[in-house]
């Protein structure tokens, strides 16, 4: 699975960003997906899970309220829409994806086979 991910970039506290992550190489509607961060000096740490229908949603708590994970099952994609950011919010941003049977959200880092490159994300304050 190859994935990839765009919409990366610097935000003033309070502003919002889209990330986007395109997948290829499996069928998409088989892949649950999710998103991680990794700070400067920090573990990486799960942000947002989605399961292959959708139907299952899962978000670190702190991140929930802020941002919202959707996919579009049609176009291979998942999004990690982010809304009020915070500095603490600064990481680079990793799409990840497993290819699973059942219609799970998967919060653990040791679900996922594939990660894309990441973007960065940067807020400042």
């Known amino acids: 699975v190859r994935l990839q991910a765009f919409g990366g970039g610097l935000v003033q506290a309070g502003g919002f960003l889209r990330l986007s992550c395109a997948a290829s190489?499996?069928?998409?509607?088989?892949?649950?997906m999710g998103w991680f961060r990794q700070a400067p000096g920090k573990e990486r740490e799960f942000v947002a899970a989605i399961s292959r229908s959708g139907g299952s949603i899962d978000y670190a708590n702190s991140v929930k309220g802020r941002f919202t994970i959707s996919r579009d099952n049609a176009k291979n994609t998942v999004y990690l829409q982010m809304s009020n950011l915070k500095p603490e919010d600064t990481a680079v941003y990793y799409c990840v994806a497993n290819e699973t049977w059942p219609d799970f959200s998967y919060a653990s880092v040791n679900e996922y086979g594939y990660w894309g490159r990441g973007t960065q994300v940067t807020v400042s304050s």
């Open positions: 190489g499996r069928t998409f509607s088989r892949l649950a």
